[in-house]
């Protein structure tokens, strides 16, 4: 059965950053689909980078299976080949990296970091810099089976130790396990940042 959201629901959509790789671990591919999976049935507008490879490919056909919305940002003549997704979704084409990141922060209340590589990870850090700025106000669920983004956050916390950086990132960003915790979560956050 499909859930309703909330009328009063802060998060609606969702933009989600993961690799264009399955990777060696096997549980990367089992998240995506969870999420994905779990997104469409909590009726959330998943948005993701367009492509039909990886983890990319798995989190936007499990949302499909089960009738989400399905939004991708596809950098057109970016990649040495065409791996835009061609299943049921909402694709939309635009001319580099960095128009897909601020296409992808437009359309989403919140976003999730799956496992994934350097393209990954400068979302990631984009999206945590823009926060601080104040140019949006996206929560951040990083979701991993425990071990991926442990050390990611161990570094960020090293930073905030030297005095570069200052703990505000704390409050936009939150580590789990478990897909079907991750709106939970966020709905949090987003709750937090108003």
């Given at each position: ?60 056909d499990a949302a ?84 991926f983004w442990n ?44």
């Amino acid at each position: 059965m499909t859930a309703v959201p909330k009328e009063n629901s802060l998060v609606t959509s969702v933009a989600v950053f993961c690799a264009s790789s399955l990777g060696a671990v096997n549980e990367f591919a089992d998240l995506a689909n969870a999420l994905g999976e779990h997104l469409a049935e909590q009726q959330v507008t998943l948005v993701f980078g367009g492509s039909d490879s990886g983890l990319m490919g798995v989190l936007a056909d499990a949302a499909i299976s089960k009738g989400g919305k399905v939004i991708g940002v596809y950098p057109e003549g970016t990649f040495s080949r065409d791996v835009r997704h061609r299943g049921e979704i909402d694709l939309r084409l635009v001319s580099s990296m960095h128009e897909r990141k601020l296409e992808m922060f437009r359309l989403s209340d919140a976003a999730v970091a799956l496992p994934g590589g350097l393209g990954t990870l400068d979302e990631v850090v984009e999206l945590l810099l823009w926060t601080q700025l104040g140019i949006h106000q996206l929560p951040l669920a990083l979701l991993d089976q425990g071990l991926f983004w442990n050390k990611f956050e161990e570094f960020l916390g090293e930073v905030e130790s030297s005095g570069v950086l200052n703990s505000t990132w704390r409050k936009h960003v939150f580590r789990t396990s478990e897909p079907e915790s991750v709106l939970g979560i966020l709905e949090d956050l987003k709750f937090r940042m108003k």
